[in-house]
């Protein structure tokens, strides 16, 4: 698998991320070991770029992997707003990883400028971080326009971690050219870039090798985080990133694989979810809540604030 500079970090990433959340507890029950395996194998097939956050709670099976394969590339993200609270997940990291150091850590969700400000206290301690050498690079995750832009020109970040997918699904704010132009200034000022939801959270799965396409023709991502539960499509992706016609048998045995959010039998509509969904996919309908599986974007995000554990992405 072909490597790539993040933009000015120096920090060489595959084209090819390993997006962690599809194997956490918000999304599959799936062991430490078991994912740690998987881990090891996508590495040894040339992924050495691994995207997980503190929400995710799978930091375990990662520094298992990072055991015999010390060189992964992790990044990882916290909703620390202060000084403290960023210290404190920093420290969660390197203790949870086994690791004196985090290569890419940032704040999760920038919606804007008016975000990101209101995350100063946060973004100095990622500062002070870089500066001690505790992590190499400070970065930012958006689903919208705005927040691409108030990263592009904030000297303070190093990456930026986009939603864009070709058919512009999950951006809150805006359409795919723009977004597109955003990730242009981006680039321009030197910001690393690695796409999320490429697949638009398994939307696009029908005609994958058309969505990867986009992203890779677009010429501005360094990288781009793709779910993953096993090695089939671990390979498949591989295959689709480096160019190369796909295995029919692979292509349809990972078509086959649908994702779906699933809401428990015993949900009292408390309506927590539904303030938590960013993407208007949740309703509260005669008490209970009702997913539209169209708009949801599979992240997995409303099962956190669910008091009864009622929701599950399948």
């Avoid at 959340?21 to 097939?45: G, H, T």
């Avoid at 301690?125 to 592009?152: D, E, N, P």
């Amino acid at each position: 698998m072909e490597t790539n500079p993040l933009g000015y970090t120096g920090i060489m990433v595959s084209r090819l991320c390993f997006g962690t959340l599809a194997l956490s507890p918000i999304q599959k029950e799936c062991p430490s070991e078991q994912a740690a395996e998987l881990f090891l194998r996508a590495y040894d097939l040339g992924v050495n770029f691994f995207d997980t956050a503190e929400l995710y709670q799978n930091y375990e099976p990662l520094a298992i992997a990072l055991q015999s394969r010390p060189q992964m590339v992790i990044s990882s993200r916290s909703y620390a707003v202060t000084f403290a609270e960023m210290r404190r997940s920093i420290d969660l990291a390197r203790t949870a990883l086994n690791r004196d150091w985090i290569d890419i850590f940032g704040i999760h969700e920038i919606e804007s400028e008016a975000t990101l400000r209101g995350h100063r206290g946060a973004l100095d301690y990622l500062c002070q971080a870089k500066a001690q050498g505790i992590i190499r690079a400070v970065a930012i995750s958006t689903h919208t326009v705005a927040g691409v832009r108030a990263g592009a020109t904030e000297p303070a970040v190093d990456v930026i971690h986009p939603l864009i997918n070709r058919e512009g699904i999950g951006i809150r704010d805006g359409s795919v050219a723009e977004m597109i132009a955003a990730l242009q200034t981006a680039k321009e000022f030197g910001k690393g870039i690695y796409a999320m939801k490429v697949l638009a959270g398994g939307h696009l799965n029908g005609d994958a090798p058309a969505a990867i396409r986009f992203i890779t023709g677009l010429d501005l991502a360094d990288s781009m985080a793709i779910g993953m539960q096993s090695l089939a499509e671990v390979r498949l992706n591989l295959e689709l990133i480096s160019g190369t016609t796909p295995d029919k048998a692979l292509l349809a045995e990972v078509g086959r694989t649908k994702r779906f959010l699933r809401i428990a039998d015993w949900c009292h509509g408390c309506g927590r979810c539904v303030s938590r969904c960013g993407f208007g996919a949740l309703s509260l309908v005669n008490g209970r809540v009702a997913v539209d599986q169209a708009r949801c974007m599979h992240c997995g995000y409303c099962a956190r604030v669910c008091p009864d554990f009622c929701l599950k992405i399948m």
